[in-house]
Each structure stands twice: as structure tokens, then as C-alpha cells.
């Protein structure tokens, strides 16, 4: 439990290191990736979940990360800045394209530096099948990021199955 406390806490202290942390939460905060789930929430989730995937590697096997490149990667990896669901022909290939436009955004906004980059330009594959992750950090990430939005798609399924639940349960009632 101490050590998860301890995790929690230094990945904390690392993410409020980075460049106008607190205009990416707002900003991440106004849209959502995977049901419910906010752009900021989804991109604290895939960074946590690396960084404790890194630390078991390297715990069990020795595998060493780049922990700063690794969270700040993570944590931006989908600062793309618009609702991707809104009806707009410039959204319709968003899954190819928000990596490009994630990494312009971490450049301009949190001055991060090209291994950073890399990381987000590469979360994406096999979709954006040319960018092939080519550091530990950037695979972490990627599978990472595949986890996290299967999960929380999973969560928000059953948040309106059980949603339907209750309505059919009040519906009962009523009739």
C-alpha cells in the first residue's frame, strides 16, 4: 500500500513539472475520448498505468525507462484540442491525424522535447501503421493506451446498462 501511495505521489510531483500543466487539464478537460470519459482523465490514466507497468519491468526484469519522457508522453499523448465527435469533415480521419496534431500542441504549449514527440506521434500504431514505436517509452505508451480506452469503454457499457436498468425497473413500476 506504501508503495503505491509513494508511486501516486511521485507521479503527481512529475506531471505538475510539465509546461502549463494546469492549461492542459483545462483544456483536456473540455472534451471526451471513450464514453464519459474526459480527454484529461483518459490521458492521466494511460500515463499512471505506464508508469506503473515501467516500474514492474523494471522491478522483475531490470528493464530500464525513461520515467520523465515516459510520463510527459503519456499524459500529452492525445492533446489534440477539439471534440472529435462534432460533425466536421477535418475530424473524420481523427485517428490518423490526432497524433500530428497531439504532438503539435505538446511542442507549442509544453515545450516538450523530440523523444516526448516520438512517444506521441507513435501511440496510435498499428493504426497509423508508418509510425511504428521505436523506444520502450513510446511501446509502453501505445499498449498502455490501448488498455485504458478498452477499459473505459467497458465502464461506460456498463454505466448505461445499469442506467437502462433502473429506467426499466422505474418503467415497471409505473405500468
Known amino acids: 500500500?506504501?508503495?503505491?501511495?509513494?508511486?501516486?505521489?511521485?507521479?503527481?510531483?512529475?506531471?505538475?513539472?510539465?509546461?502549463?500543466?494546469?492549461?492542459?487539464?483545462e483544456k483536456?478537460?473540455?472534451?471526451?475520448?471513450?464514453?464519459?470519459?474526459?480527454?484529461?482523465?483518459?490521458?492521466?490514466n494511460v500515463a499512471y498505468f505506464s508508469l506503473y507497468i515501467a516500474q514492474k519491468l523494471e522491478n522483475k526484469f531490470g528493464v530500464?525507462?525513461?520515467?520523465?519522457?515516459?510520463?510527459v508522453g503519456a499524459?500529452?499523448?492525445?492533446?489534440?484540442?477539439?471534440?472529435?465527435?462534432?460533425?466536421?469533415?477535418t475530424h473524420r480521419l481523427h485517428g490518423f491525424t490526432h497524433p500530428i496534431t497531439a504532438s503539435i500542441n505538446a511542442k507549442k504549449m509544453c515545450n516538450v522535447d523530440e523523444d516526448v514527440v516520438k512517444i506521441i506521434k507513435s501511440h496510435m500504431w498499428p493504426l497509423t501503421i508508418t509510425r511504428i514505436p521505436k523506444s520502450r517509452e513510446?511501446?509502453?505508451?501505445?499498449?498502455?493506451?490501448k488498455i485504458m480506452a478498452t477499459k473505459e469503454i467497458i465502464d461506460n457499457i456498463?454505466?448505461?446498462?445499469?442506467?437502462?436498468?433502473?429506467?426499466?425497473?422505474?418503467?415497471?413500476?409505473i405500468s
Open 1 to 25: 500500500m506504501r508503495i503505491l501511495y509513494r508511486l501516486k505521489k511521485d507521479f503527481y510531483f512529475k506531471l505538475k513539472q510539465i509546461n502549463n500543466f494546469e492549461q492542459v487539464v
Open 28 to 44: 483536456e478537460s473540455l472534451y471526451f475520448q471513450h464514453g464519459k470519459t474526459t480527454v484529461y482523465k483518459h490521458s492521466r
Open 64 to 71: 530500464k525507462f525513461n520515467y520523465d519522457n515516459l510520463i
Open 75 to 89: 499524459f500529452l499523448h492525445d492533446l489534440f484540442l477539439y471534440d472529435w465527435h462534432e460533425a466536421d469533415s
Open 138 to 145: 513510446a511501446l509502453l505508451v501505445c499498449m498502455a493506451d
Open 158 to 173: 456498463k454505466h448505461v446498462h445499469k442506467e437502462n436498468k433502473v429506467i426499466r425497473k422505474e418503467y415497471t413500476k
